[in-house]
Structures are given as C-alpha cells and as structure tokens.
C-alpha cells in the first residue's frame, strides 16, 4: 500500500468513445517525497493518466489512490491535498498575478492573512515578485507558467502534479523552474508527479521514471537503471594515419564487440562499461597507433525510450489525436 502522501494506481484503464484505449491497464506506486518522471511523445496516454489522478477525467476500470485516498469515492480528499499546474494554464488575462494568488486562496478556504503572505512568497519564490501586480495578458509564456506553480503550491499541497510543465519555455525559464520543483522534493518532502516529452528534463530530475507508449507503461526504474538495461558504453577511435584502420579494429575488438562505424574510424561496444576506457588508450599506446579522434558514447534516455517502443522520443508527435481528436477535453483547474 501507499503511504498517505504517496500515489497508487492498479489497472487503471481510461477508454474514450469510438476512441483507442488512452490508457490501458497501467499499474504505478509512487513514494512519498519521489519526483516520478512520467515519460512518453504525444498521445501516448500521459495527460489523461494524469486528469483521472487528479480527479478530472473518471477511470473506464482499475482503481488509484492518491494522498491515500480513492479518486472515485474520495475525489473532495484527493483535490485538498495536490497540487495541480496543467499543461495549459488556466488563468484570467484582465487579472494580476497577485490577484490571481487571492482567488486561489480563497478556493481553498485560506483566511485574507494566510492568502496575503502565502502569495508574497510564492510570487517571490518563482520571480513574480515585480510584476505581481501586473496583468497577466502582459506576462510571457515563462512567467504564465511560473505563475500556474505558485498557483498550486498556495494551500501547501504534499503531492504536486506537473504536467509537461516546461513546454515551449526558453531555456534560462526551464532552469528556473527545474531548480524549483527539486527544491520541492528535496527540502519540502512534496511528491511530485511530472509528465515530460524532455529527456534531459526527465533524467536531470525524476528519481524515478516511467515511459508509456500507447497507453502502457513499457519500462520503469531509475534513470541510471534503465540506461544500464539498454548496453554498455561504446567507444569510437579515428586513427591519426589513416593506414591503420585495421589495427585500430584489432586493439579495440579485445575491449568489446566490433560495431559499425563512420568511416575511416572503428567502433567497440565495451565489455565491462567506462572502466575500461584506461585500458583502451594504453592498448593504442602499446602498438603505437595515435588517434586523431575518440569518443566515448554513454547509453541515453533517448536509447531506452528506441529500445522499448521501436521509435525515438524526439519528434514522436504523431499519435497525439489519441488524446486530442476524442472529444471530451476537461477543465484545466483544481479545485476544493
């Protein structure tokens, strides 16, 4: 089972009309105070897993838990304690950012005071402070987005849902709230539930991750796991003088498996990981070969989400209709 402020998903299914399964018969756990990286391209059935945990969109079968409580029977439970920033922000543009925070305060029966220096702080803590009292119509794409977080971290929620937040953000605002959403985990004990189609994102924050492809979880683990399940490292040398290609393959095949490489070069799939690397520079220096060029090729997210769907993440957009052409679009706010 769970703990209290941890999330638990068994079978859970969501069949849209006339449509595909969106989700189809998924299991997760998620541990109190984890960043659980939720990982798929478009249409694979990330969204809609998040709108039934979050209570927005009702489950065709299985059952979840979240915060310890039922999604179906227990949705006014569920909704008190997360937090909840969708991809699309649902904000007022005639209204300010600090109005913005007294609404969202409100809704959650905070008393004017509590409201007051909760909204000062989370403003001040996602760089709104300045323009707290501006109209949001006015503020960027980064700002919005910041905004929305601050919006659902106003009741101080233990489970925080984040769905492909950092989408179409610049790079330097994709940081920001990066460093934001770690500080949650790490410092404030939040679970955090984040959707992403951003390798970099997912491996540089998620304690764990689960990629979905076509409504099913097709792998788990931690980053590192994963990336170890795919192979070993590769390394590829050019050799200084052309000439000794052949040699080149020789010392390298005693380190690993040959593998094709760009020519003019050689390739080894190492046997025992990067350690081995060492040996491979004194195994060229010992029959004299230099080497114009050597590159070592680490296993990447982006090798595991080829591996165990047959495609590559990037550009992966191809099945989004399996989301977005059903016709049951849901309100894109949380409240008590």
């Given at each position: 089972m769970t703990s209290r402020h941890g999330i638990e998903a068994r079978s859970l299914v969501r069949e849209f009309k006339n449509g595909p399964r969106a989700v189809d018969g998924i299991d997760l756990d998620v541990a109190e105070g984890e960043i659980y990286g939720f990982l798929g391209?478009?249409?694979?059935?990330?969204?809609?897993t998040v709108h039934m945990l979050t209570t927005l969109l009702p489950p065709t079968a299985g059952s979840a838990r979240v915060g310890g409580h039922d999604i179906v029977s227990e949705g006014p439970?569920?909704?008190?304690?997360?937090?909840?920033?969708?991809?699309?922000?649902?904000?007022?543009?005639?209204?300010?950012?600090?109005?913005?925070?007294?609404?969202?305060?409100?809704?959650?029966?905070?008393?004017?005071a509590e409201i007051a220096a909760r909204g000062d702080?989370?403003?001040?803590?996602?760089?709104?402070?300045?323009?707290?009292?501006?109209?949001?119509?006015?503020?960027?794409?980064?700002?919005?987005?910041?905004?929305?977080l601050a919006l659902a971290l106003v009741h101080r929620p233990r489970l925080l849902f984040l769905d492909e937040p950092t989408t179409g953000l610049d790079v330097q605002s994709r940081a920001a709230l990066w460093d934001e959403v770690a500080r949650l985990a790490r410092n404030d004990g939040v679970t955090v539930f984040l959707t992403t189609q951003y390798l970099e994102e997912a491996d540089s924050l998620a304690d764990r991750l689960g990629i979905i492809d076509r409504g099913r979880i097709v792998a788990e683990g931690t980053p590192a796991e994963l990336k170890a399940e795919i192979g070993r490292p590769t390394v590829e040398a050019i050799p200084a003088n052309g000439d000794q290609v052949e040699r080149l393959e020789a010392v390298l095949s005693r380190f690993g498996s040959p593998l094709p490489a760009t020519r003019g070069a050689a390739a080894v799939r190492l046997a025992d990981g990067t350690e081995e690397l060492a040996d491979v520079i004194r195994g060229l220096d010992g029959e004299g070969i230099k080497v114009a060029?050597?590159?070592?090729?680490?296993?990447?997210?982006?090798?595991?989400?080829?591996?165990?769907?047959?495609?590559?993440?990037?550009?992966?957009?191809?099945?989004?209709?399996?989301?977005?052409d059903t016709g049951e679009h849901e309100p894109a706010t949380v409240t008590a």
């Open positions: 391209p478009n249409g694979a059935g990330k969204s809609t439970a569920v909704r008190d304690a997360i937090g909840v920033a969708l991809q699309e922000a649902a904000l007022d543009l005639l209204l300010s950012g600090r109005e913005h925070m007294r609404l969202q305060g409100g809704l959650h029966g905070l008393s004017k702080e989370l403003l001040e803590r996602v760089g709104l402070a300045e323009a707290a009292d501006r109209r949001v119509g006015g503020y960027s794409g980064g700002m919005k987005r910041r905004l929305d060029d050597l590159k070592l090729h680490a296993p990447s997210l982006d090798d595991v989400f080829l591996a165990k769907t047959g495609r590559s993440l990037e550009g992966a957009g191809d099945d989004a209709a399996a989301e977005e």
